[in-house]
C-alpha cells in the first residue's frame, strides 16, 4: 500500500543527493524570507496571535516573536506566516504550494526533538517529495473538487516529516499518515469572496501533521489504506482511483521536489506566465495607448484567476487571485512587489484592468505549467503579442539560484547575510538552535 511503501521509506537512513539537498535549502530559504516579509507586513497577525495564545511547553520558535511556545502551535504560525504573501513556492504537477506546511512541521519539531541540521534537511526532502508525489497523481483533482490541494497533501507531508524526526518506526509512520487523512481538507470558497483562508491552510496542515506523529507514537491507529481505500484520500478528494505507481514510481531516484517553482511574483501562481508574457509585451508597447488586451489562459486556471468581477477585486487578498488587475499593474509599473497591494483603487489600473479579456486555450501541461500568451491592440490599429514558454524560477531556470536570493535579500532586510549564511551551511549545524535564534524577530 502506498502508506507503507512512504513510511518506509521516509523513516529510513537518506542519503540526500547533492542536487537534491541544494534544492532543498533554496526552498528553504525562499520560505524563509516570505515568512519575514509577513511579519514585517502583520499579513497573518490573527493566526500569530492565536498560536500564541494556544501556548504549550517552550518547544519551538514561531518567525518574528520572541521565546518559545508548543511545537504544533509553532507549525500553524509560520506555515500561515510562509504562505500569507502567497509568495512561495509552487509544485506546478501537483499544484501544491510544497514548503509551506512541511517546513513549519520540520523546524518545530527538529527544535523540539534537538535535531540536527542534517536530521532537518533530510526529513524537508522527504516531506518536500511526498507533498509533491501526492499532488502530481492527481493533476488539478482536488482543486476541481473546491480542495486546496496544499492543505489535502501537505498534512500527510508534515506528518511524514514529524514521524522522522520523532523517529516512529515504519509501523508507527502508516498509523500516522492514516490519522493524517482524517485532517486532509482546505475548501476553496475564499476564491469567490476575498477571504483570507487560504493564508491558514499550510499552517492547518502542518500544525495536524505533528499531531497526528505524536497520536501514533501514543498508541493510536489508523488505516494503512488511507490513500488507495474505498474511502481514502483519492476516492473522497478527488473522485478517482489512483494507481500505487503513480505515487511511488521511481521514489528516491527521481526527484520531484527538484521540479518545484519559485514565485517572482508574489500573487497566484496560476498567472505568473501571463505576467512574465506581460513584462515581455510592455517593452513593446512602449508607453503607446492601449484598447484591448487578450490573455490565453489554461481553463483549469481561468476560473479561479479570470471571470467576472476580476478587474474590480473586492481586497488586496483577491487581488492576488485576478490576472486582469495583476496584470495591469505589470503593463504599467513593469514589476508587481508586495506593496502593489496597498492600493486597489489606482484609476489607471483598473481603466486598463477593464479592458484585458481573457481566451482558454488547453495547452496540454498542468494549468500552473502554461506558457504565457498576451496580446495588446493599440490605439494606432497594431496589435503586439509576447509569449514565453513557462512561468520564470521553474524547472531548468538558470537564474533561480539568484532569483532566490534576490528574492530572500528583499523580504529579509537587514537579517539577509546572517540568514543566507545559516540555511547554506544548516546540514553542518549541530542543532536548529542558530537559525530559529536569528528568526526570532523580524527585520
Known sequence: MIAEELASWGTAPLEVPEEVGE???????????????ATRLEAAGPAVAVARGLGGPPEATVIGSPGKIGAPAAALANGTLIHALDFDDTHAGGLVHATAPVLPAVLAVGEETGAGGAEALAALVIGLETVCRLGAAVPHGFHARGLHATSVCGVFAAALAASRLYRLT???????????GSQAGGLLEFVNTGAAT????PGFAAQAGILA?????????????????AYGLYAVHADRRVETRAVLAGLGADWELTRITVKPYPVCQLSHAALDAGAELRAMIDGRDVT????????DAAQFVCGPGKDRPASAYAA???????????????????????RLDRPEVTALAARIR??????PCAAADQPGRVSALLADGTRVTAAVDRSGGG?????????????????????????????????????????????????
Open 292 to 299: 484591448d488586451v487578450v490573455v490565453e489562459i489554461h481553463p
Open 320 to 342: 492576488k487571485f485576478s490576472l486582469p488587475w495583476c496584470l495591469a499593474v505589470v503593463l504599467l509599473d513593469g514589476e508587481l512587489t508586495v506593496t502593489a497591494f496597498d
Open 358 to 363: 481573457h481566451q482558454p486555450v488547453d495547452f
Open 213 to 229: 506523529a505524536r497520536l501514533a507514537a501514543a498508541g493510536a491507529t489508523g488505516p494503512a489504506s488511507v490513500f488507495e481505500g
Open 23 to 37: 534544492a532543498a535549502l533554496r526552498h528553504l530559504l525562499d520560505a524563509l524570507g516570505t515568512a519575514v516579509a
Open 170 to 180: 515504519p509501523e508507527q509512520a502508516v498509523h500516522a499518515l492514516g490519522i493524517a
Open 198 to 201: 487560504k493564508q491558514l491552510h
Open 395 to 443: 524547472p531548468g531556470d538558470p537564474g533561480i539560484g539568484e532569483l532566490v536570493r534576490r528574492k530572500a535579500r528583499a523580504n529579509l532586510g537587514d537579517r539577509a547575510d546572517t540568514l543566507l549564511t545559516l540555511s547554506a551551511v544548516l546540514p553542518e549545524q549541530p542543532t536548529l538552535t542558530a537559525l530559529m535564534t536569528a528568526l526570532e524577530a523580524s527585520s
